[in-house]
């Protein structure tokens, strides 16, 4: 069976803490996590989107989901305290750039005093063993640059999004080395992930471009894109969860190495992609005759030319790479939508076989979390 033995087994039976469950990746987070046994405890807000993919998939009947916002931390230390997790995900956030241009605020606290407020729920707890935090390539302080963002690049970001996301790492820094790494009594261990630009199947968000390119297909209409030869770091949905979930296991496994920062982002060895690629591959991938068209004059706001990561210390330290091409990115996410379109009923079942059939190709390609 495709689920035997991956990330150790380390998941079975342990109770996993996601917050942002009800999101795209979150929701596809958990289903992983349910098919390798955890006992899942959600907590996040209802998704802003419609229709959106947790429940598509049912997972309101597969996990606690517990419907609370961030930014509440009574309410998340009682529940952090209540059911007692020993790997903690946080995957909670506002992710929109050009929504943090409209609330700045509202990003800000979600992004950082959120995330501050996760650390905290956690120092006050015994259970937690390992905790991963999700942040995004664009912590980075992006200045236009030949080489790739590695780990140790300053943290920066021009937009509201951007900031709040290197803030929030240097918040994780300051928890790591002020209440976790200097204490010999506390056993948790804390790391950051910054992934790529994420796509895949039965994301529908807001201002993000395959959501947009997909409506735009099922309405037979023009896709309008910003910014066509702006290149980014796509990367299927399976391929950072698969590093985060290994880096979890990692760090319960060797509680005195990991606890660092790191970049799940698509190989270097393959050429990097612009927005409009991307958007043409879909169309031929999809069947479509389509065209895009640029917007002109559509906002003042900053967005950066290119931006791209390197992930060479996840693949020397930790074994990690990625998977699959950007072609076959790309085929398996319009195959989820081809299939939630024409066969909605078999769709969970379809997500399931999506992700065994990312672990079988795992196992081909002998990466060390599928062994």
């Not at 997500?351 to 672990?359: A, G, L, S, V």
Request: net charge neutral.
């Amino acid at each position: 069976m495709a689920l035997e033995n991956i990330f150790h087994d380390i998941f079975k039976d342990k109770i996993v803490l996601v917050t942002g469950h009800t999101g795209f990746q979150g929701s596809w987070l958990s289903l992983w996590l349910k098919m390798l046994g955890a006992n899942v405890v959600g907590f996040s807000l209802e998704p802003p989107s419609n229709p959106y993919l947790f429940e598509i998939l049912d997972l309101k009947n597969e996990v606690t989901n517990i419907i609370a916002d961030l930014r509440d931390e009574k309410k998340l230390s009682d529940v952090m305290n209540k059911h007692k997790p020993e790997f903690v995900f946080h995957l909670a956030a506002q992710p929109i750039v050009l929504t943090s241009y409209e609330r700045p605020l509202e990003t800000i606290e979600t992004n950082v005093i959120g995330t501050a407020n996760v650390l905290e729920s956690i120092r006050n707890v015994t259970s937690v063993r390992s905790c991963v935090i999700m942040t995004s390539d664009k912590c980075y302080d992006n200045q236009i640059k030949s080489t790739p963002h590695t780990e140790i690049d300053p943290m920066g970001g021009f937009d509201p999004y951007s900031a709040s996301k290197g803030a929030a790492e240097l918040v994780v820094s300051s928890y790591r080395n002020s209440f976790f790494e200097n204490d010999p009594t506390n056993k948790t261990k804390i790391a950051t992930a910054r992934a790529g630009n994420v796509i895949g199947g039965g994301d529908w968000g807001k201002d993000r471009l395959v959501p947009d390119i997909i409506r735009a297909l099922q309405e037979n209409k023009a896709v309008n894109i910003r910014n066509p030869n702006s290149v980014r770091p796509w990367q299927y949905v399976l391929e950072p969860i698969s590093g985060i979930l290994w880096l979890a296991a990692k760090m319960y496994e060797e509680p005195k190495k990991n606890s660092s920062a790191w970049n799940f982002g698509p190989s270097l060895s393959e050429k990097s992609f612009t927005v409009k690629e991307l958007v043409n591959l879909i169309f031929e991938k999809w069947g479509s005759d389509l065209s895009f068209e640029t917007e002109k004059n559509s906002s003042n706001m900053h967005e950066s030319e290119s931006l791209i990561i390197d992930s060479s210390k996840s693949k020397n330290e930790l074994g990690w790479k990625t998977c699959l091409s950007f072609d076959e990115t790309v085929s398996e996410t319009v195959s989820w939508h081809k299939k939630y379109e024409n066969d909605k009923n078999n769709i969970k079942n379809f997500t399931k076989k999506q992700i065994e059939n990312y672990i079988i190709k795992a196992k081909k390609n002998n990466l060390v979390w599928a062994k």
